[in-house]
Each structure stands twice: as C-alpha cells, then as structure tokens.
C-alpha cells in the first residue's frame, strides 16, 4: 500500500451558474490503487474528473495532483493522462496517427514512443492503420486508453472506459489497468457499471447531486450496508426454506420460484443458514446476491437522498 | 483512505510547454486529413484555369463581370473575372469551411478536452488553429489566383490589357496588377477568416457558424448594391473586393483600396482577438457551455463599434462627409471623356489611321442623369453622356452618345448610342477583317473619394 497521494481534492465546489455541480467534495486517490467513482447521471462525476485534469479550476477548496497544487486551469505537473466525456479521437486519422499526434503534442518523439506496444497492449494492433472513423464505442474507448498510456501516467483519469466494450475488450482494459495500478499508478475511474467497480476498484467515492455520499473502501462500503438479498438454490429447498425461516435476522423473500430461495440477511446471519445447511447434509448449489453489494450500497445511499426515483433511473440504465 | 496528506509527496514538475509548431503542425495534419479540404486543394489549383481557357474561347463571354469582355483579348482578363467571382462566392464560401470549421469541428468530434489535456495551452492551440487555417486559405488563394492566370496565359496570351479608364496596360505591368489585385483581396479575405474563428468558437457545432463568413460576405455585398453613403461602404470590410478595379485606372485609384485594404485587417484583427478573448474564456468543463450566445453578443458588439468608428474616420478623413454616394457629374464625365480618349486611340490604330493623342482629342463629355440637366448624382441607368472630341487639322467636332448604367459602387458599363461608325456597332471594319469596336461597350469606374482628397 502507498502512502503516497496521486490526486487530493478538498473542499471542492463547482458551479456552472445557478448549477452546484459539486459541492464540498473531498477525494484522495492513491497511487497503486483504482479509485471507483459512482452516482447517478448528474452526480458530478465527469465535472470532478475535469478538475483532477486541471481542465478548470473550482470555484472553492484546492486540488493536488501528484504532489502539487493546481491553481490554474490546464496547470497540472507531468504525468497525468485520461479522458473525460469519452476518448477524444480523430476520425480522419488512422489509430497510429491518433496516437503519433499525441505523442508529438506533448513533446514526445512517435518513432520512439512505442505506439505499437500500447496498441498491443489495449487489442487494437490489427487496426492500428486503420481510421478511426470506422471504430466502434469499444474500440474508440480502447484507442483512448492506448492515448492515456503513452503519457507515461503516474495519475489516470478515466471518463468510463468500460463503454461499448465487449468482453474481450473488457478483459483487454481491466488488464491494462490492474498492471497500472500494479506499477504504482494511481487510477481514477467512473462507471455505471458495479460490476467493473467491483472488479477493478480498491476504494470508491459515490456522488450524489455533487456530494460526496461514500468514500472508501469498497469492504467498508459492504459492512456499512443495509441487508442484502440473497439467492440460494440447494439439494432440498423445502428444507432449507424451513431452516432458513429458524435463524434470527434471516428474512424469507417470496418469489414465487419453487427450487430457488430469496433471503434477506446479513452477513453473519447468511452465514450461520450456510453453516446449518452443510451440517443437515443439504447441498449448497448457488448462493448470489440479488444485486452486487455495492450496487445495493449505492442503491441504498443515493435513494436516502434522492428518494425513489434515482432508484427507478438505475434500473432502467442497468436494463 | 490508503493515503494521508502527511504522507511524504511525490512533487511532480511543471510541464514544459510544447512548442506552437507542433500544434500547428497537427491542425495542418488535421485540416488536410478533411476530406472537403483534400477537394478544394487541387480544385483550386484546377479548376480556375479549365475555367479560364474554356470562357475564353467561348463566343459568349461573362460581359456582366469586370474585364470578363477581356477574355478574347488577353489572357490577364482571365485572372481578374476570376477575382470578381472569388470576391463574391469563392473566398467566403472557402473561409467558412476553412476558419468556420477549425474550432466548431472539436466540439463536433467532442476533442476540446483531449486536445487541452496535450497541450495544456488554450493560447497556443488558439495559434496554432488560426496559422493552420490562414495557410489553408493562402494555400487555396494562391491556387485560384496561379491557376487562373495559367489558364488565361495558355488560351488566350500575353497580349496587353485595357485598364478601365481605356489605356493599354503592358503585360509586365498587367502581371503586377494582377497579383496586386489579388494581393489586396487578402485582407477581406483575412476579414472574413476572422469572422469565421469568431463565429467558430462562439457558435460551436452549429451550423451558422460554419456558415457566418458566407452569410456576412453576403450581407456584404447586398449593402454594396444599396445606395450608401461613401463613408459607409468603404467601411465595410468586404470592399477591397472591389477597390481592387482601381489598380487598373491611371494613375491608379489608390486611396479607396488603401482604405479598403486598411479596413479589411483592422476587422480581420479585430475578430481575431475577439474569437481569442472568448476562447480564453472559455469553461471546458463545462458540458452545456451555454456560454454562446453571450458570447456571440460579445463578439458583435465590438465588430459594430468599429464599423461605426471607421465610419466616423473615413468621413472626415477624406471629406467625403456622412453622406452622398460619390457618383457626381463631374466624375462621371471626367471618366467617360477619359476612357473615351484612350479607346478611340485603340480604334485609330485598329483602323489604321494616323495616331493621335489624348491631348489632340481633347475628349469632353456632357452627361445628364434622367433627362435632367444640372448636378446629377447617384447611381442608375439613366444616365446619358455625349462626348465630344477634336482631331489635328479637322476643324469640324465629333460626338457620340452613350447610354451608362452606374452601379452604386462606382462601376459603369457604357453602352454606344451612335454614330454607327464611331460607337453604334460592335464590330470595326479594319484592313485585316471585322474586329471588336472598343467604343461600342465599355466598362469603367468612378472614384467615390472626393478627387480633391487625393494625397
């Protein structure tokens, strides 16, 4: 673990006239760790994600990226890279131009910069002359990752880069920024989907209406959580359901599903069902959450601010 | 947290700024990977040219077009029609796919952030953008203007050309006026490759600002076919699109195409440093950036503040005052006499009689405007002159009648009323055949300026 800071934000307000975008955010990034940014459409997700690009200043509180405080727009010290609002790309330019342009723009010699291997890296070799006029969201999402490594980031800043992709793609980026974060980057990421979160992410900041609702790790986030709903389907579930219905905390869900069994519980109750079920000899075949924890989490948290129609605008992005 | 503010900090350097050529060099690798760009390149550098040679030879010429009843006769017309059509749809049109797309197209592409992320210098980007697209425009420019007069060259020749008050013009000197001429419509151009980074970054993707410097140029020349005050029309910017003509009176009208020229960079500058204030000022973060239209105020206001302040100083400056057209009688006269003279020493030579001068003609004219007698003024086709003439050792005077339409610009195109053998037909028997009558049709121009402000 690092003690060192990628990004530190403190006390950050943005407006856009009579817009709080974000409102006394505080964030710190660490370096060698993937730091998840969630909340729903409007959070102030991509607004903070500017700011640690020093694209703009905030109109209150401080930001530091790598060490050094920005107090100008476009101000931040070498070595940060990403994207915000998707990957910017020229469509006229083929994917070896898009990044042989970046490279010289900051300063870099292409012949030398290894536009191959960061091609490689993000699976775009076989298109690497082709123009990125014809790339799909995926691959246009891939090519901008390609971009950001060639900056040599120390802080990476990611606009959901898990857009379009498919798994393929997917496996391709997670495993680009698992060996980032492995090398000592910081990553900072947001995305819609808790699955990549969950997947990628060591700590996690959900905004909501540009407030920080959670910051930190992604374990402490469970803990604090509400009950969760699980899926059991086991060798017996009349059994099970009668067991179930004997340990305290458990909750039995109707579903309507007669092999399946829903219960609500936590951790340590959910345990204790398991343990009984292994002693009476019935077979445990699945047991998943309903929802991810931390798309409960999230679920939890933003609908305690925001009422029910976040919730309801959840479900239809996850749809 | 993982991570304290106490911890010890990586302090990272500032980054070093990238050089402006290598901007520029990406935006002229950007503008060129255009596909519209990559069409208007060597249409530019072609097309005037088969324009040129297939006019040329062509019994029906573009008689309506300054010098375009020329194109039989030298191969330096063919330039300069080129010019009057640029003036009035190449060059805007050009300028508005060029500057009015350089800033609009990363809004398009959603590149601004990426783009700012590399180079981390709205001054320098802004720069190089505007560099990028002036080379573009000076690339097309110079392919019209070479292209054109190749073209006129190889189909026609390196024959003299007759100016526009009638004198022949040697091809040497037709070659400097030509590329002065063209030289000059730079600076409107300029003006309106202004407007287009002005309407470009203020007005985003929108479509009205890819398409403002084409709808300023036109607004541009329906104001220079309204009857305004003098002081107003050289204020415009567009009007070295015309004051170009004077290069090919002699001596030359210098000062109105000075004034043109002088307008056409103080507007070109002006928008210029308005499109870099507002990108200065520009919030990238912001995703609604419903900054526009404040900043399209913002952007006109001042451009109107110095149409009024050029207004003001052309008027006392050259005494034209705030109002009149500049089109009296006594300039109407003194231009027709004049390219009367030159021309009837044309048709001496065509006819093979003994040559005369300017000075032996003695050419005057007498012209009315609807019928009237005294102090006409103003642009129309009613205009009506008699010119007359003497010659050495003739006591008898000739005249001849010509029907004048006067543009409000200044430009007049003379049509002859008779006698038949002077004016009346279009064609001279000469000892070699038929040949065009210089005396029949004519085109000229007018000095708007006060003739007494000339320096």
Known sequence: ????????????????????????????????????????????????????????????????????????????????????????????????????????????????????????????????????????LGMRQRLGLAAALLAKPRLLVLDEPSNGLDPAGKRHVHGVLTRLAADGVGVVLSSHRMDDVEALCSEVTILHTGRVAFSGPLGKLAAENRELDYRLLTSDPPAARAMAADVDGIGIIENGAADALVVRALTPALDELVTRLVRAGIALRELTPVVSPLEAAFLGLTEERGGQAMSAALSEERR | MTATAAAPRAVAGRPGRVPVTRVFRFELVKLVSQWRIRLLVPACWVAPALFVAVVSRQSTLPVDTLFGRLMHATGWAGPLVTLGFAGSWALPLLTSVVAGDVFAAEDRLGTWRHLLVAVRSPRRIFAAKALASLTVILLLVAGLAVSSTVGGLLAVGNQPLTGLDGHLVSPPDAAAGVLLAWGCALAPTLALAGIGLLGSVTLGRSPMGLLLPALVALALQLAQMLPLPVAVRLALPGYAFIAWNGLFTSPAQAEPLLIGVAVGLAWAATATALAFVLFQRRDFTDLADGGGRRAAVAGVLP????????????????????????????????????????????????????????????????????????????????????????????????????????????????????????????????????????????DGIVELLPTGAKG
Not at chain 2, 371 to 397: E, I, M, Q
Not at chain 2, 411 to 418: F, K, L, S
């Open chain 2, 303 to 442: 451009l109107a503040a110095l149409t009024a302040i050029t207004v003001a100083v052309i008027a006392v400056a050259t005494g034209s005052g705030i109002t009149g057209s500049g089109i009296e009688q006594g300039k109407v006269q003194r231009a027709v006499a004049t390219e009367f003279a030159h021309l009837y020493r044309l048709q001496t030579a065509q006819l093979n009689r003994p040559d005369v001068t300017e000075d032996q003609l003695h050419a005057t004219a007498v012209c009315t405007k609807g019928g009237g007698s005294a102090d006409a003024a103003g642009a129309g086709n009613d205009w009506r002159c008699v010119v007359s003439w003497r010659l050495p050792g003739v006591a008898a005077t000739g005249s001849a009648a010509y029907q004048l339409d006067i543009t409000p610009d200044g430009r007049y195109v003379a049509d002859g009323d008779g006698p038949k053998e002077v004016n009346g037909y279009f064609l001279v028997r000469t000892p070699d055949g038929d040949a065009p009558n210089p005396l029949w049709q004519f």
């Open chain 1, 1 to 136: 673990m690092s003690a060192i800071l990628a990004a530190r934000a403190r006390g950050i307000t943005k407006c856009y006239g009579d817009v709080v975008a974000l409102d006394h955010v505080d964030l710190e990034v660490a370096q060698g760790h993937v730091h998840g940014l969630v909340g729903p459409n409007g959070a102030g997700k991509t607004t903070l994600l500017g700011l640690l690009l020093s694209l703009a200043v905030p109109d209150d509180g401080h930001i530091e990226i790598l060490g050094t405080a920005v107090r100008r727009a476009l101000d931040a010290p070498d070595g940060v890279a990403g994207f915000v609002d998707g990957p910017g790309l020229y469509p006229s330019l083929t994917a070896r131009q898009n990044l042989a342009a970046l490279v010289a723009l900051r300063g870099g010699d292409p012949r030398a910069a290894g536009l191959d291997e960061a091609l490689d890296q993000v699976g775009l070799a076989d298109v690497a002359d082709d123009r990125a006029h014809g790339f799909s």
